[in-house]
């Protein structure tokens, strides 16, 4: 079974929902103020109303929390109404993480960039995170609920979303919690089966730099150094420029664009990828300081 929290999806709901098998989810629509439940029926879907929210805790957790109450599978995923699935793509994860052997399996999905600034900003932002995370040798630290698999008996266990109902990095907590009691987890890409549609770029990059920070401050401090040494490649270039080194300055001007080709996979796009490292430093250090002085971060009408 498949447990989708949404709020305010009116325009993404339906797509995922179809996406998936008949009869296999569930969406737990999170106060929306537009016509997501209604949306969600149309395309198949079991809707339950969120419970209200406790004091101190965040929607997502809430309503993840409620849905996974109605479901007696043994395997249960949690989805974010952003997504959308290829055919074969639950048997497909589910089998993953039999053969690896896995109680909680967090699935990196495909990111589908539609304009200008996500398809130049994401993938240096891509390259930025794993500057400071190696997955394989801390799988925690890039655990992602976005589209989580977890087997039930394993879920209740650890208490659920009721043990995280209070965290900002909820997905974090869980991989931190199964570490703690031994329970296996992984993480596995699955680009061809599954989809997620990239929104709202600055909010998006300033949510996932405080959640970054609020895991690790020291990998998140490798995170803006990384943001800043790259940001020190157009001053580099224009002394080169200057001190008349003509050689050394168009191998150095092109030197971010064959760095980064490999994330942005495309040539005319890493020829803009300069532009990225110096639209994201603002964004990058405008997060860090909110994270460091406690602000809160607003999504779809809450404070967090």
């Known amino acids: 079974m498949v447990v989708i929290p949404a709020r305010d999806e009116e325009d993404f709901i339906a797509r995922a929902v179809s996406s998936l ?16 439940a209604e949306a969600a029926r149309k395309a198949g879907a079991g809707v339950l109303p969120a419970p209200a929210l406790p004091r101190g805790a965040l929607g997502k957790a809430n309503a993840c929390l409620a849905g996974a109450r109605l479901v007696t599978s043994r395997w249960i995923l949690f989805a ?13 994860a589910i089998a993953s993480a039999e053969a690896g052997k896995v109680a909680f399996l967090s699935i990196l999905p495909r990111p589908e960039l539609a304009r200008w600034p996500e398809t130049i900003l994401f993938p240096y932002a891509q390259m930025l ?22 087997r039930r008996d394993a879920y209740e266990f650890l208490g659920g979303h009721a043990a995280v109902m209070n ?22 890409r699955a680009e061809m089966l599954a989809h997620a549609r990239f929104r709202e770029p600055q909010a998006a990059f300033r949510r996932a730099a405080r959640r970054f920070l ?22 580099v270039l224009l002394w080169l420029i200057v ?31 300069p ?30």
């Not at 490798?222 to 490649?233: D, F, G, P, Y």
């Not at 602000?295 to 009408?301: L, N």
């Open 21 to 36: 098998p008949h009869d296999t989810v569930i969406v737990v629509d999170d106060h929306s103020s537009d016509r997501t």
């Open 80 to 92: 974010d109404a952003d997504l959308r699935f290829a055919p074969g793509f639950l048997e497909s």
């Open 129 to 150: 995170f794993f500057s400071a995370v190696a997955p394989r040798r801390d799988p925690a630290a890039a655990f992602n609920g976005q589209c989580l698999l977890a």
């Open 167 to 188: 965290s900002l990095v909820d997905d974090l907590k869980i991989a931190a919690l199964a570490r703690r009691h031994r329970l296996a987890f992984g993480i596995a």
């Open 243 to 273: 001190i008349h080194e003509s050689a050394a300055a168009w191998i150095f001007g092109f030197a971010p664009m064959l760095a980064m080709l490999v994330w942005y996979r495309n040539v005319w796009r890493a020829i803009q990828a």
């Open 214 to 235: 609020l895991l690790n401050f020291a990998l998140g401090a490798m995170l803006l150094l990384a943001a800043s040494v790259w940001a020190l490649w157009l001053p």
């Open 275 to 304: 532009l990225a490292v110096y639209l994201m430093l603002p964004i990058v250090y405008r997060s860090a300081a909110a994270a460091l002085l406690g602000r809160p971060v607003r999504w779809k009408g809450r404070a967090i």
